[in-house]
């Protein structure tokens, strides 16, 4: 069996309070510094922005965590609007595109503005390329900031490779992650379930993960 070998990568990072590390990346540094810069935001909403898989939700996560906002689904938007205070005033939205309920939204909006809230949104496309049919929530969601987030680049790739390995307390040999790099989807999300998808078959074959098991495994993830 194969010795058990530490990888070990200098790579900024960040706890996210309560969550996995977050890693600091090329990718991801603008809309970082945007979000450390609340409450000096230009406007009561702003867009984080990015392909799925590139860590919008991790980065919202961290705002969350560190202003104390509410996770605010939007079915809960038309019963919280009423409700909402000085006291509670920050929310995270994830939107998939456009926006179901425009005339409710808009009042949330409004709401958060009022009481000098914010409201960040996640979302793959920017407002720009949204469809609208109230003509003033457009006008709004429009001009606000948006901040994008690039797609994983190989050295946040590697990192997050790295700890979910040792999250896991996989054993596995040292040139695998290089392996995958250069073979993988491109974002966190399939890191995860890769990494998954190694820890659970090694269980299975009581194997070390080395390049040729990988591949196996690899190559059935692919496929689908």
């Known amino acids: 069996m194969a010795e058990r070998r530490q990888l070990t990568l200098e790579l900024p990072h960040r706890t996210a309070f309560g969550r996995d590390d977050f890693f600091v990346a090329a990718c991801n ?11 000096n935001w230009p406007g009561p ?5 990015g392909p799925p898989g590139c860590g919008k939700s991790h980065m919202a996560a961290v705002w969350q965590s560190q202003v104390g906002a509410s996770v605010l689904e939007q079915t809960e938007i038309a019963t919280m609007v009423p409700n909402i205070s000085s006291e509670n005033c920050l929310f995270v939205v994830d939107l998939v595109a456009d926006i179901p ?3 409710t939204f808009f009042h949330l909006y409004n709401r ?7 409201i960040l949104v996640t979302a793959p496309i920017p407002p720009a390329r949204w469809s609208f049919k109230l003509t003033d929530l457009e006008s709004r969601l429009r001009a606000a900031t948006v901040v994008n987030i690039g797609q994983a680049d190989d050295e946040l790739l590697e990192a997050v490779l790295v700890k979910l390995f040792s999250d896991r307390q996989l ?3 040292p040139d695998v992650v290089g392996y995958l790099l250069r073979r993988m989807d491109r974002s966190l999300g399939a890191a995860r379930e890769l990494v998954a998808r190694l820890d659970e078959a090694a269980l ?3 194997r070390t993960i080395s390049v040729p098991f990988a591949r196996t495994v690899l190559e059935a993830f692919q496929s689908g």
Do not use: K, M, Y
């Open 29 to 39: 540094q603008e809309a970082l510094a945007f979000i450390d810069i609340w409450p």
């Open 45 to 49: 909403l702003a867009v984080l922005c």
């Open 101 to 103: 309920d425009e005339e």
């Open 112 to 118: 958060v503005a009022e009481q000098n809230g914010t």
């Open 171 to 173: 054993r596995i040999e």
């Open 204 to 206: 299975s074959e009581q």
